[in-house]
């Protein structure tokens, strides 16, 4: 009987924290699955920064290591866009809201079109690409504010000292946040320190932070500090939280909600 995805996907990092390097038919014969299925696996670890796919399987990634854009954006595709589009419907006509880089967060812009009066700010290229495209179309009427600063090219953003400063001058109804790891103890966390900087800003400049996670990055801890669970309004995923998380969501009255 083959695994599940969740425990096939721990079976195999622990092989490869085990080995340094995995190979996908060794891996399909281990864990009783097809070498497809290994290979989808293989690329939503990836995408979640937990390994490195080489030619026939994967090695171990570097610690603090974020994917790029380019292949976050493939990973966990069906889930990332259920996930925007209940992100989107917490939206209100006249809100201000705060759209972070995220390829989750990405998924949420197409459903914004039709809502009234919205401001968005982001310091994502590819959302305010897409706003833009909207506006010309005349499918979104809101307005589009890019936070401008320093140029990470590998995942399409800016961020560091000069996007922190603009953000000096703002308020937001909401933020829709993006991280790369979730634990009830360490909270919320991101592998490159100014994105995470600039999250926890934000997060302090809004009246509601929600979390936009796939379930890839539950028990993940990376390297900076987000947030705590305290200061989030509700974490918005595909799958229910762990057990382990009930008592902390609770204590830090956090809604966990599990988009369908």
């Known amino acids: 009987m083959s695994l599940q995805g969740e425990e096939r996907k721990n079976k195999i990092?622990?092989?490869?924290?085990?080995?340094?390097?995995?190979e996908t038919g060794t891996l399909a014969k281990a864990l009783k699955v097809s070498t497809e299925t290994i290979r989808r696996d293989l690329?939503?670890?990836e995408g979640a920064g937990k390994l490195k796919k080489v030619y026939g399987?994967?090695?171990?990634?570097?610690?603090?290591?974020?994917?790029?854009?380019l292949v976050r954006e493939v990973v966990n595709v069906e889930a990332k866009k259920r996930i925007g589009h209940q992100a989107a419907a917490m939206v209100n006509?006249?809100?201000?809201?705060?759209?972070?880089e995220g390829t989750t967060t990405l998924k949420m812009i197409s459903y914004l079109q039709q809502i009234r009066g919205l401001t968005v700010f982001t310091n994502s290229f590819p959302?305010?690409?897409?706003?833009?495209?909207?506006?010309?179309?005349?499918?979104?009427?809101?307005?589009?504010?890019?936070i401008g600063g320093e140029v990470n090219s590998g995942h399409a953003r800016t961020a560091g000292s000069l996007t922190e400063h603009m953000m000096d001058s703002f308020y937001?109804?909401?933020?829709?946040?993006s991280i790369d790891g979730m634990d009830p103890e360490a909270g919320f966390t991101g592998y490159d320190g100014s994105k995470s900087m600039l999250a926890a800003k934000v997060i302090r400049r809004t009246k509601e932070a929600f979390i936009v996670a796939d379930s890839s990055k539950i028990r993940t801890r990376a390297s900076y500090r987000i947030a705590g669970l305290h200061e989030i309004h509700a974490i918005l995923c595909e799958n229910p939280p762990p057990p382990e998380w009930q008592t902390a969501l609770e204590a830090a009255d956090t809604r966990w909600i599990v988009v369908p």
């Open 13 to 22: 990092l622990h092989m490869l924290e085990m080995k340094g390097r995995v």
């Open 43 to 45: 690329d939503e670890l």
């Open 57 to 69: 399987g994967a090695v171990k990634t570097l610690d603090g290591e974020e994917a790029p854009h």
């Open 93 to 100: 006509p006249g809100d201000t809201i705060f759209v972070d």
């Open 127 to 146: 959302a305010a690409s897409a706003l833009m495209d909207y506006t010309n179309k005349q499918s979104f009427h809101g307005k589009i504010i890019f």
């Open 172 to 177: 937001f109804t909401k933020a829709f946040i």
